[in-house]
Every structure is written in C-alpha cells, then in structure tokens.
C-alpha cells in the first residue's frame, strides 16, 4: 500500500495494493520484485479507466489488484476510495507467460548466487524479453478499458505475477 500526492485529474496510480487474500506464498526475492514494482509504479504510471473518465471520473485513482474465477479483479477507486468500476480480465492468455516468467526468475535468482556475470546477463536479457512480451500482451487486453504505457503494463504484470505465486 502505497500513497502519493498529487493534483487532481491525473491519470495515474497514486495507491496500490494487492488482495492478500489472493498471495499465497512469497519469498524474500518475490517481496523485493513486488516492492520495486509498486514504488516505479507510483513514482510514474499512465492509468487512465477509459469508462471512468468518460463518466467525468479523474484520477490520480486507487488501484487493487486481485484474482477471481481465474480472472483479474482490478478495482478502480478516486482518492476517497469510492469505487469508480470494476474490471475483469481473463488470465487464460497470460498463464503461459506467468509460467515462463516465474521459471526464468528462478533461473536469474539462482544465477545470481553462483553463475558468472556473463551467464546472469544472458538469463537476465531472456527475463526481460518474457515480461516485455508480457507487458505488450497486457496493453494489448487493456485496450478500449485502461490507457496506459508499456512501462506501467510492464510493472502491473509484475504485479499480476505476484498474484500467482503458490508454494
């Protein structure tokens, strides 16, 4: 949960927070990404709920991220967290990327204790080409409901990948 100020009619996240009801596991690497993620979100994001601004709603806006059915709950609220809508967004397209994502971070976390720089460069370069993959993947299913750029979609999928974390 974080917070930030800031003047009316920004498009932007300034407060987020994940449904700790929906992690399930975490470890010390998970919890530094989901840190790193939330404080380069808030220090700069696009966020515009299309519905929403149409409907005159302007941000900066609250945002909580949680998994229903399998789907992606993203609650969108103003400063006085009064529900502006409620988005659902199928995850079936992004499971492989998860996958993917979470195996090639095991990979990375590993390579970091005992592989040699240039190994961890390569595991890292494969790493970023998942979650920008993803990341464009995001912007894609987000198209026509949320404006955002691809480096907010690359932190929300991060995000998103916390979500998914079981033991």
């Known amino acids: 949960m974080t917070d930030s ?3 009316p009619g920004d498009h932007r996240i300034a ?3 994940l ?4 992690i399930i596991w975490r470890n010390a690497d ?3 990404e989901r840190r790193i993620a939330i404080f380069d979100l808030i220090e700069e994001n696009l966020f515009k709920p299309v519905r929403a601004a ?3 709603a302007a941000g900066p806006y609250r945002l909580t991220l949680a998994v229903r059915d399998g789907r992606l709950l993203m609650r969108i609220a103003d400063q006085d967290d009064q529900l502006l809508e409620e988005l659902l967004l199928g995850l079936a397209r992004f499971r492989r990327p998860i996958r993917e994502y979470f195996a090639i971070c095991d990979s990375y976390y590993q390579a970091i204790r005992k592989a040699t720089p240039m190994e961890i460069e390569t595991i890292d ?3 970023r080409g998942i979650h920008n993959r993803a990341a464009e ?3 894609e299913r987000l198209e026509g409901k949320i404006e955002t750029d691809f480096a907010t979609a690359r932190r929300l999928f991060t995000l998103i990948c916390v979500l998914h974390i079981k033991g």
């Open 125 to 127: 370069m494969a790493r």
């Open 19 to 22: 449904d700790e009801e929906t």
């Open 137 to 139: 993947l995001l912007v």
């Open 15 to 17: 407060h987020i927070e």
């Open 5 to 7: 100020a800031s003047s």
């Open 30 to 32: 998970i919890e530094q």
């Open 54 to 56: 149409e409907r005159g």
